[in-house]
């Protein structure tokens, strides 16, 4: 009986989920090659995304954006607490009050720098994941949505330009 | 042979992922009802998430919070198109660099007002989402970690207030 390690202890999949059939989620791309932190902690490593040579057809107009948020999976995930320590103030919850890997469904979603697009490769600032991290997605942030897509050329210079612009 | 609907033709799977094993991912709960929109557009309804009954084990604190991020599984999904025009400036992009439910991986991302959490159904705002819909996981927003997870009532009051002020 397949099981699923919780607080420690092998907990049969069936008594969490019922009869919930799973979804088949298929990778679209690798984290390659993590840089080392340039001296301001672990957010600011930048990462190398290789996506499938396929996705070249999805990636329209993905060069000019500034930041994305990357759905990927963590493969490396260990047993889910049940309530633990949460890392940014020490409160203690459970997973879906925290964005701890050790979850359910292990994915994370990270909101990073685009720094560069060359090919299916993407070059990325602040994803916190090892190399070899399966990545699900890619999605234009909800913040350069909002901000109706602008360069953050444009950002910088605290211009509030509007949506028609870009 | 497993084919994926692109630009309206199918397209063996096989031929976008090469040999990339599917990840099976299992929802945690359903949208169970849609409320109506309040009169400031789509992004004002309410929305009823029900988790199933083993998922309370992992909610500590989930009360507390006043924003989530949800992912959710778009299992409406329709031929996903290269390019098209995206929805907020018209700018003709690729999946990858816009928010559309048509895209390879039918995940949705859904920062969302978390209004009440009643043993495991949560009332929250802003999901555009249909009934019937697989969630598959709850965290909190990166807003509310970079804040140090203070109250909306503070941010309202647009106190700075210090992470350990939880």
Known sequence: M?????????????????????????????????????GSGNSSKTSKIQLLP???RFMSGLEEETSVLVLWY??????????????W??????????????R???IGATEVELLEVRGTT???????????????????????LREGGRRSTDRRRGGQGDAGSV
Request: no cysteine; glycine share 8%.
């Open 89 to 102: 103030d020490g409160k203690r919850v459970g997973p879906f009050a925290s964005r701890t890997p050790h």
């Open 2 to 38: 397949p099981t699923i390690l919780i607080d420690h202890q092998p907990v049969p999949i069936e008594s969490i989920y019922g009869d919930v059939q799973p979804i088949a989620i298929r990778p679209i791309g690798h984290v390659v090659e993590v840089g080392s932190a340039d």
């Open 122 to 144: 993407l070059l990325v600032r602040g994803l916190e994941a090892f190399e070899g991290t399966p990545v699900l997605d890619i999605k234009v942030t909800m913040q350069s």
């Open 54 to 56: 396929a996705m070249a």
């Open 74 to 87: 963590f493969d490396r995930a260990a047993s889910v607490e049940s309530v633990f320590p949460r890392g």
């Open 104 to 106: 359910l469904t292990p």
